[in-house]
């Protein structure tokens, strides 16, 4: 069986921007794959730098931010970006960790890279992101064509270290930061449809969950200065940005003390601040960890239309025992009582998960327990991943690795048909409603409609009429009927 299913088009963007994608994964992320090794280049640097780079990204919504950040700092010097590999002086890879299969894909991609090298010896080879951490010099010596590699919280030694490599030396630098956020730095925004950006708003995680390997790729958790989120926010509403979506790995325990005066922002404080800079512009945020979001965010969410009713909430297992081995700090019940929470103060709200299959000494019991928890929740949509154990994480030293791969995806393919039906049912009881759509451009079947996103993140596609809207405008659509991952309407 292929582990990758092709449920086409059953995500929305946003989601689908948000998450690590490999082929374990068991949904069709169409876009998310399309994303995936996406090539940078800004769009105001053609013809100025003498040097170029040529950056792909992989994983998750936090890598692409990132590849803007490494994008602002090469641009500073002296780097211009392109999407033609043939001309780059610079070839960086910002790669994932977060599945086995990940690292693989990126390998094969650096193999990829021997022709360039062989043809033009003076381009330099750099490993950027989680693996770069995680296997720091190693890398070095299992890819002998790499010349660089740079964790994340080293970028902005990125010159020297170009400079080095430029004399025919290795450079490495892996140091992780306690205080690093690169608030400083103003992101050259990925060349997309220059409606949604993400602005990312923390580093790190502090949460050691046992499968992730995330704490040891990215270091502990830190948030940024809330001034220049929201100066960058603003920034991006008066370049006619329509939407932001504030990201971390655990946005809800964003917690920010201005030195100058102590006075402390939260993350429900935050947001009230971001969806306060224009009612016109809409604010998202990715991950919530349940333990972590409050009733104050809740009511924050209630109190604004232009903070978006989609709450990501990853559950990774319904069975207690698996959540106490997985370290989420939560049980099922807890999670059933926030969900419930949630539903009784955002009945319009839809709820997103993460789930992983067949962790470690995972029983047919606790299969079931997670298939009933999916019932409970009543999710739009679900990213499923079968365990894949990760070298140093707590699970790894801990716990053995004893289920099998064949159960790993027969009970993966299990939770993904009834997620299937779970997001058809969501879908039929949209038909009828009327949702306010943010357009985004042209749909990619027919440039007679438009497709855009309604709060609750689904994609709506809806012909264009007489009427004239433009991308980046909101549009009245009527649900009328939908296809497996698509809302299909009419303007009212
Ligand atoms: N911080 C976010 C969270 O807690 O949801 C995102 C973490 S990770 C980038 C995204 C998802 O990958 C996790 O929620 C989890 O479902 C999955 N994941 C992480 N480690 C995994 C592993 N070792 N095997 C399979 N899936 C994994
Ligand atoms: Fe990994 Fe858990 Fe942190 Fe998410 S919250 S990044 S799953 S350790």
């Known amino acids: 069986m292929s582990d990758k299913l092709t449920h086409k088009n059953i995500l929305t963007k946003f989601a689908v921007q948000i998450k690590c994608m490999e082929s374990n994964l068991l949904i069709d992320k169409s876009q998310d794959e399309a994303r995936q090794g996406e090539a940078y280049a800004s769009q105001s640097s053609s013809g100025v730098f003498q040097k170029h780079f040529y950056v792909e990204s992989y994983g998750c919504a936090m890598n692409f931010a990132d590849s803007e950040v490494v994008a602002a700092i090469l641009e500073k010097n002296g780097f211009g970006g392109t999407k033609n590999i043939e001309i780059a002086d610079l070839i960086l890879i910002n790669t994932c960790s977060i599945r086995e299969k990940a690292e693989l894909t990126i390998r094969k991609r650096l193999t990829e890279f021997r022709r360039l090298k062989q043809a033009n010896p003076g381009v330099l080879v750099g490993v950027l992101g989680c693996m770069a951490e995680r296997l720091k010099a ?16 080293a970028y902005r030694t990125l010159p020297d270290l170009i400079a080095e490599a430029g004399t025919g030396q ?61 100066a960058e926010c603003k920034d991006l ?175 993966l393919q299990e939770i993904v048909d009834l997620q299937w039906t779970l997001s058809n049912e969501s879908n039929k009881r949209d038909v009828g409603s009327i949702f306010e759509v943010l357009i985004e451009g042209n749909s990619k079947r027919n440039e007679a409609e438009w497709m855009g996103r309604n709060s609750q993140n689904k994609v709506v596609v809806f012909p264009k009429g007489k009427f004239d809207y433009k991308k980046g405008d909101y549009a009245q659509v009527k649900i009328q009927d939908f296809t497996k991952g698509t809302l299909l309407g009419e303007l009212i």
Not at 138 to 152: F, M, S, Y
Request: with cysteine; proline share 4%; net charge negative.
């Open 170 to 230: 290795k450079a490495v630098n892996v140091l992780l930061s306690r205080d690093e956020t690169y608030g400083d730095i103003a992101p050259v925004r990925l060349d997309n449809n220059g409606i949604s950006a993400f602005v990312s708003i923390m580093r790190g995680c502090n949460n050691m969950c046992s499968f992730c390997v995330v704490p040891f790729t990215r270091g502990r958790e830190r948030s940024r200065d809330a001034f220049s989120i929201l």
């Open 237 to 411: 509403f008066d370049k006619g940005f329509k939407e932001v979506v504030l990201l971390g790995q655990n946005v809800d325990s964003y917690y920010w003390s201005n030195p100058e005066n102590n006075a402390t922002t939260t993350f429900a404080m935050l947001l009230e601040q971001v969806a306060q800079i224009d009612p016109s512009l809409r604010v998202r945020f990715s991950t919530s960890h349940p333990k972590d979001i409050t009733d104050e965010v809740l009511h924050i969410i209630v109190k604004y239309d232009n903070i978006c009713k989609h709450i990501h909430l990853p559950v990774q297992s319904g069975s207690s025992r698996i959540l106490q081995l997985m370290n989420r700090t939560y049980t099922r019940e807890w999670y059933m009582a926030k969900i419930d929470r949630i539903r009784a103060l955002l009945p319009t709200c839809s709820i997103t998960s993460d789930i992983i299959a067949g962790f470690c000494t995972e029983t047919e019991e606790d299969h079931q327990d997670t298939l009933s928890l999916l019932q409970y929740a009543n999710y739009d949509l679900s990213y499923m991943y079968f365990y894949s154990e990760r070298p140093g994480t707590l699970a790894e030293r801990r716990y053995e690795d004893d289920v099998d791969l064949v159960t790993k995806k027969r009970r």
């Open 138 to 153: 190693q890398l070095l010596e299992e890819e002998k064509l790499v010349d660089l590699v740079v964790g994340p919280d």
